[in-house]
């Protein structure tokens, strides 16, 4: 019975080394879960510029997309009625009309723009970066701003739905523009450069 009883008090020294070491591992676990989520959720663009609630002008509404609205309340779908449709494909509306300098053909602009997937997925927001403009020559950007800016006045808005053939085609872009995409872009003209 003494070995029984010898072996009994071993087990239990044996239990507790484990517990210490297993009972602060679990607690780091759950910590780094816990940045984990918090982390993500933080992460996720928040909503700027004119929504229903906040009547602010020229900043586009990073939830918009399919039935949200733009800028001006408008929907923000593709099959929005105001749209114009310019050529092969590209479809513009003017959500509020400049009053400066109209925008030439292959100019050097300053903009802020948001753009989304048909299934309302912000992909891109010069908004998110410090809500700075972006400064970029209309020679450098994909087919449908190229055609689509040209023609707005200064302090306009313009959305432009754009189809994937004057996007990124069947290559995409990223994880967040799939191949074939068809997206929809809120761009603001600040200056012409």
């Known amino acids: 019975m003494a070995t029984g009883q010898n072996k009994h008090p071993e087990n239990i020294s044996e239990k507790k080394k484990w517990l210490t070491i297993l009972v602060p591992a679990a607690g780091v676990a759950v910590l780094i879960i816990l940045v984990v989520v918090v982390g993500s959720v933080a992460d996720k663009p928040?909503?700027?510029g004119k929504n229903r609630e906040n009547k602010s002008e020229g900043s586009a509404d990073l939830a918009a997309g399919p039935g949200t609205p733009m800028s001006d309340g408008s929907d923000g779908s593709t099959s929005d009625p105001g749209l114009k449709d310019i050529g092969e494909g590209l479809k513009i509306r003017d959500l509020k009309e400049g009053t400066g300098a109209e925008c030439p053909v292959g100019a050097s602009v300053e903009?802020?723009?948001t753009g989304w997937t048909t299934n309302g997925n912000v992909f891109d927001s010069s908004h998110k970066h410090g809500d700075k403009p972006i400064v970029f020559s209309?020679?450098?950007v994909v087919p449908g701003w190229q055609k689509g800016i040209p023609g707005m006045k200064v302090g306009g808005i313009r959305k432009l739905v754009i189809p994937s053939e004057l996007g990124y085609g069947s290559r995409?872009?990223?994880?967040?523009?799939p191949p074939y995409s068809t997206l929809i872009f809120e761009v603001e003209l600040v200056a012409i450069k």
């Open 46 to 48: 928040q909503p700027t």
């Open 111 to 113: 903009a802020h723009y």
């Open 138 to 140: 209309l020679h450098q």
């Open 172 to 177: 995409g872009s990223g994880q967040n523009i």
